[in-house]
Structures are given as C-alpha cells and as structure tokens.
C-alpha cells in the first residue's frame, strides 16, 4: 500500500511540474494578451482571436475584458505568474529543502480554483448566440470545459498533495 502511495506522489508530483511548466508559456502568450495587446505581434493577436472564434472559447475572443476578469488575468500576471517560475523547479527538484513551499502551494490552488468558479459561470450562464465569441453549441461547451478543466483538475491534485502530506519531500525524493 505505501508503494501504491508513494507512486501516485511521485506521479503528482511530475504532472504538477508539466503543469507549471506548461502554465508559464500560456500565461505569456495567451492570458496576457488579453490585457497587454500592445506587447503581442498583432499576427499572434489575429491568430489567438480566430482560435478562439472557431473553437467557442469565449475569453480570448473578447475585444474588452469584463472588469472582473481582467482583476484575475492582472492577478495571474502579478502574483501567479512568479509562482509558476518557484513551483517549476521546486517541483523539478523536489528536495527537502523545498518543504517550506506547502502553504504557498495551499494558497495558489486555491486561489486557482477559486478563480475558476466565475469564469465557469460566465461561460455556461452567459447567451453567446449570435456573439462572434464564445460556445454556439453544446459541442463547442464540452469542448471548452475541456479545456479548463485541467486548470480546475490540477490545482485541486495540488491542493491535496499539499494538505496531506505534512513535509512534501523526504530524503530520499531529493534531487540536486
């Protein structure tokens, strides 16, 4: 049984390091465009807006953001984003020396959760029909919670990674 434990840890801990990774590139280009366009070449704007339009994802279309989500883009920006670059290599190393990173993890995943529950919202109470933006059909809704879900899947194996586990990494998990 403490096998099974350790291989699902260990397994965690290698899909949150992808997540972070990953979660980097896709908040400069696509998340900070939304707020920042003078810093995008207008071809990468053009190609991010067309995207969206035929896939139905509703927040990249948009020409003005709703306030409240540009609040959680300009959070994601200031606040995330420096964590994304720490929990890469916290989670790449995943040293005990790192066992310090417990409450910022509790804190990001759920702030990252919490976010997700108004823009879920926006998405799936909102009327798009006849909007250039945004889920047309229930196809294009499934597709789009598809994904977002990783963003709501992951923080929360984050966050109970972070609530179980008292020290993060052990000895023998380190890596120099």
């Given amino acids: 049984m403490a096998g099974l434990k350790d291989f699902a840890i260990k397994a965690a801990d290698w899909l949150l390091f992808v997540y972070f990774?990953?979660?980097?590139?896709?908040?400069?280009?696509?998340?900070?465009?939304?707020?920042?366009?003078d810093l995008h070449p207008k071809w990468l704007l053009e190609l991010i807006k067309e995207s969206a339009r035929d896939?139905?994802?509703p927040l990249?279309?948009?020409?003005?953001?709703?306030?409240?989500?540009a609040a959680i883009i300009y959070n994601e920006l200031l606040v995330q984003l420096?964590?994304?670059?720490?929990?890469?290599?916290?989670?790449?190393?995943?040293?005990p020396q790192y066992n310090w990173m417990?409450?910022?993890c509790i804190i990001y995943s759920t702030m990252a959760m919490s976010?997700?529950?108004?823009?879920?919202?926006?998405?799936?109470?909102?009327?798009?029909?006849?909007q250039p933006f945004g889920p047309q059909t229930p196809e294009q809704q499934l597709a789009v919670l598809g994904m977002y879900l990783?963003?709501?899947?992951?923080?929360?194996?984050?966050?109970?990674?972070?609530?179980?586990?008292?020290?993060?990494w052990s000895q023998k998990s380190k890596r120099s």
Wanted: net charge neutral; glycine share 4%.
């Fill in 21 to 37: 990774l990953t979660h980097i590139p896709i908040t400069l280009v696509f998340d900070m465009q939304t707020v920042y366009k």
């Fill in 55 to 57: 896939s139905g994802e």
């Fill in 60 to 69: 990249l279309g948009m020409d003005q953001l709703p306030v409240w989500l």
């Fill in 82 to 95: 420096p964590f994304f670059f720490l929990a890469t290599l916290v989670f790449f190393k995943q040293s």
């Fill in 102 to 104: 417990r409450i910022p």
């Fill in 115 to 130: 976010f997700l529950l108004p823009i879920f919202a926006f998405m799936y109470l909102t009327d798009f029909t006849g």
């Fill in 150 to 168: 990783p963003y709501l899947l992951l923080p929360f194996i984050l966050f109970w990674r972070s609530v179980l586990c008292e020290r993060m």
